[in-house]
């Protein structure tokens, strides 16, 4: 079983929609959770961190439940520019040596 | 956080010939992080490679087949020795300057074995 799953996607949705992503997370021991943006030939960059409390930045909310090793992530009012590949990141701590474990990714296509 | 110049962005090479990619880091950071992404998966951890010892490679991956230096707290290589078609791929270097938190990415190296 991979570390990290997410849902399979692609997502094509139109602008305007709302969308969300979920993925699950196998090691309990985990402590940092991210969700990262990569688009077409380029590197990862991070979208956002996850917290217990739930956080928010602009159209874009994540929640992470512990309980159920759950992590997902919510894009309200797509844009075009929203098209991307979102990988969910798992943060092992120091006892993985703080590497990052990626879940495949999910792909977005917001369509006009 | 962390500026990441990695080199080359592109490569093609012969198979039978070896690779050496390098990532220089802005900032002094005890940890770097090489990755695969091979086309259409997520990113693979390849090795973590700490200055002053020797890297720490994960399961599938050796270090006869990936060499990797740290010879100092900005600066890291890895080498794709004996190359194959299979390791087409990209791949790309890591540092978490803060432990758990950021991550920052070089631009990558796309590899293509011919």
């Known amino acids: 079983r991979k570390e990290v799953e997410q849902d399979p996607g692609p997502f094509n949705v139109p602008e305007g929609a709302t969308v969300a992503f979920n993925c699950t997370y196998s090691n309990s021991a985990s402590q940092s959770f991210f969700w990262y943006r990569q688009d077409c030939r380029k590197e990862p960059k991070l979208l956002m961190s996850?917290?217990?409390s739930g956080n928010e930045d602009g159209r874009f909310t994540a929640q992470l439940n512990r309980a159920s090793q759950y992590i997902s992530l919510l894009i309200r009012d797509s844009k075009l520019s929203d098209s991307a590949t979102y990988l969910c990141?798992?943060?092992?701590?120091?006892?993985?040596?703080?590497?990052?474990?990626f879940g495949k990714g999910t792909s977005l296509l917001v369509t006009p | 956080s962390a500026v990441i110049s990695q080199k080359p962005s592109r490569d093609i090479c012969q198979r039978g010939t070896s690779l050496t990619i390098q990532c220089q880091v802005d900032s002094q950071v005890t940890m770097m992080f090489w990755y695969r992404q091979q086309p259409g998966q997520s990113l693979t951890l390849i090795a973590t490679a700490n200055q002053g010892s020797e890297a720490t490679y994960e399961s599938g991956f050796v270090i006869d087949k990936f060499p990797i230096s740290r010879p100092n707290l900005t600066f890291s290589t890895l080498t794709v020795s004996n190359m194959s078609p299979e390791d087409s791929s990209i791949y790309l270097c890591?540092?978490?300057?803060?432990?758990?938190?950021?991550?920052?990415f070089g631009q990558g190296t796309r590899l293509t074995v011919v």
């Open positions: 996850v917290y217990s």
């Open positions: 890591s540092v978490a300057p803060s432990g758990g938190t950021e991550a920052f």
């Open positions: 990141v798992v943060n092992g701590g120091s006892n993985s040596g703080y590497a990052l474990n």
